[in-house]
């Protein structure tokens, strides 16, 4: 999936949870953190910290691909 903002990052992450059939406590326990820090990342907070959605993606094994988007030249 192309992530291109924050809504995106959100999408990716509320979507792989619901597919593996966690609740947004279980990612919470997972990751150590509240709930309501995942209610936070799955609204599209644009303050939650690059390090803890690093550790959201690991939770749910998932991984992050950087490439050149020369889309918007």
């Known amino acids: 999936m192309y992530v291109g903002n924050v809504d995106?990052?959100?999408a990716v992450v509320r979507d792989r949870r619901r597919s593996i059939g966690w609740t947004q406590q279980r990612l919470a326990d997972a990751m150590g953190v509240t709930r309501q820090w995942v209610i936070s990342l799955e609204s599209g907070s644009e303050r939650a910290?690059?390090?803890?959605?690093?550790?959201?993606?690991?939770a749910l094994d998932l991984g992050l691909d950087v490439f050149e988007d020369d889309s918007s030249a």
């Open 8 to 10: 995106d990052v959100a």
């Open 49 to 58: 910290r690059m390090g803890m959605v690093i550790r959201a993606f690991r």
